[in-house]
């Protein structure tokens, strides 16, 4: 490491023999630290534009300071980016009305519970006959705890709970393996192979050119403990691995025989053990008790639910020389803006007169398949048998995941994820009859679980995103940032746009509020700036 750093705080020729600004600067840092210095260079107007800083909700003061008046908004999408506008912008007193196509809010955050109704496009309906107090997220499912979805909960009083993102009792099974193992069987011996070859590697000096004696030596050491290696650096198992029976008054007795390196390397369990690597899934994780649908219904009763006009389909949408004229199924709203929070692929189909770059720029992203199937059991056989409280089993199966519940804990029944799907595994799925889907998961489920996955079920409801009305896709993917996207970040004419499809948190609710933000702010910008 080179050693260029600046001297401390030094006094500096110049005209009066007065500080330079860098050398001012250096010495309120010294003295103050980082916060102290930033807020020394924003008075002296050098603090960088691009620094991000908190979003400020509008106020009602911004108008009474400035005597004009808020405007009226139409919003379309009751979707979590929708509910969200109009929240903020509501703060302000603008007038909003928010116009929501089908009969519910909450957009791809959809909980169901027994009574509910799930249409589809060109399938029959489903209507949930779950117990009373089941609940199956069939959208959103988790939050990370760095996401504004959690200043959301915290200030619309939404409780929360963990959600058990990473279980070392789940499974992992692929298909070139004998049978499932345990999440931490594949992590232990998959961790213990790569740390011994690393180790010898070092050993033999193999690294000798990148590493000093010392160098060597702590590695070795930390090895020793990453792989749970003997003393010759050797891999031969440990009880990292599990046990056949748990130690209690008894010693115990661990698994079977440690499986070979080429047998390790063979079950293919790479993506599985570090699936909660990425700074978007590493524990911990959480969910709103009681259904994810929670946060939606927060936001809409903060927004007030009568201006929330749920069965109202957008037809068209027409920039005006004073403002915008929405028209809908039950007629037209007008206003003096519009936020358009619909999916891009759907907005592209309705008539308007935005220019033909911006239907072009909806056009760019593609919609992704996803599905999910919720199986609901009489009997919590995962906890009971299998001693799994929560977590997910990762596979190479059609299915991919297996999520079970991180609630309800020692309940008589429950759901579980019995698939999270996305691409051409969704797209298969998603061309089956309701019937088939359920066989298929439990077919694929009961290579895992037993029979019990298959003979124990009570109910279950599957959903096709591709095939849900007002929706048509999980989310969506863009060719590149450029271009189509950056042209819909800005509005068109009285119309803006807001979702999680123009930020870089797609499918997650906190693109979406992040997305809504990013509007409500601009929005709000032009609103005092205009003449009055």
Not at 37 to 59: I, N, R
Not at 117 to 131: I, W, Y
Not at 157 to 168: D, H, L, M, R, S
Not at 323 to 334: A, K, Q
Request: glycine fraction near 12%; aromatic fraction near 8%; proline fraction near 5%.
């Amino acid at each position: 490491m080179s050693d260029e750093t600046e001297p401390a705080a030094q006094a500096a020729p110049g005209r009066g023999g007065g500080l330079t600004r860098r050398a001012l600067l250096v010495g309120v840092g010294a003295a103050g630290g980082a916060g102290a210095m930033f807020a020394a260079m924003g008075a002296l107007g050098l603090a960088p534009e691009s620094q991000e800083k908190d979003f400020t909700p509008p106020q009602p003061s911004d108008f009474s300071l400035s005597g004009k008046a808020a405007a009226k908004v139409v919003v379309l999408g009751a979707s979590i980016a929708g509910l969200t506008c109009a929240y903020e912008l509501g703060k302000a007193g603008y007038d909003c009305t928010v116009l929501e196509a089908s009969g519910r809010v909450g957009g791809r955050t959809i909980t169901l519970r027994t009574g509910d109704r799930l249409d589809e496009l060109g399938g029959e309906p489903q209507t949930a006959a779950f117990e009373e107090g089941t609940y199956f997220n069939a959208g959103a499912g988790r939050i990370a705890p760095w996401m504004v979805t959690m200043d959301y909960c915290r200030e619309l009083g939404v409780p929360i709970e963990t959600f058990v993102n990473n279980n070392a009792s789940a499974y992992v099974y692929n298909e070139n393996m004998t049978a499932p193992v345990r999440a931490r069987t594949a992590r232990a011996d998959l961790y213990g192979y790569v740390a011994e070859l690393l180790a010898k590697a070092s050993n033999a000096g193999a690294l000798n050119r990148r590493l000093t004696a010392d160098d060597r030596e702590r590695l070795a050491e930390f090895l020793r403990r990453f792989g749970d290696l003997g003393s010759d650096l050797t891999y031969r198992g440990s009880e990292r691995r599990g046990f056949e029976t748990y130690p209690g008054v008894d010693r115990g007795v661990p698994l079977g025989a440690t499986p070979s390196l080429r047998d390790v390397l063979a079950a293919g369990t790479g993506r599985a053990v570090t699936m909660d690597f990425g700074y978007d899934q590493a524990m911990p994780m959480f969910q709103p008790v009681g259904g994810m649908d929670t946060i939606a219904g927060a936001l809409a009763d903060a927004v007030g639910r009568d201006r929330i006009r749920t069965g109202t389909p957008v037809t068209g949408i027409r920039n005006l020389p004073d403002g915008v004229e929405v028209t809908h199924r039950g007629g037209t709203v007008r206003a003096d803006y519009c936020i358009a929070t619909l999916p891009p692929h759907l907005l592209a189909r309705l008539p308007h007169n935005l220019g033909t770059p911006v239907t072009a720029a909806l056009r760019t992203p593609v919609p992704v398949s996803a599905g999910k199937i919720g199986l609901e059991y009489g009997r919590r056989w995962w906890e009971i048998d299998d001693r799994i409280y929560g977590g997910v089993t990762e596979t190479d199966l059609d299915i991919t995941h297996i999520w079970y519940p991180s609630h309800g804990y020692h309940s008589r029944g429950g759901l579980l994820v019995g698939y999270y799907n996305v691409g051409p595994n969704a797209d298969l799925y998603g061309a089956l009859s309701h019937s088939d889907r359920r066989k298929r998961a439990l077919t694929q489920g009961k290579k895992i679980h037993g029979e019990k996955y298959r003979s124990e079920l009570r109910s279950s409801v599957s959903i096709a995103w591709r095939r849900t009305p007002y929706i048509e896709g999980g989310w969506v993917g863009w060719p590149s940032h450029e271009g189509a996207f950056a042209l819909l970040q800005r509005p068109a004419g009285r119309v803006y746009f807001a979702g999680d499809w123009l930020t870089q948190l797609i499918a997650w609710q906190a693109g979406a509020m992040e997305s809504a933000r990013r509007t409500v702010t601009e929005l709000h910008r032009r609103v005092l700036s205009a003449t009055s």
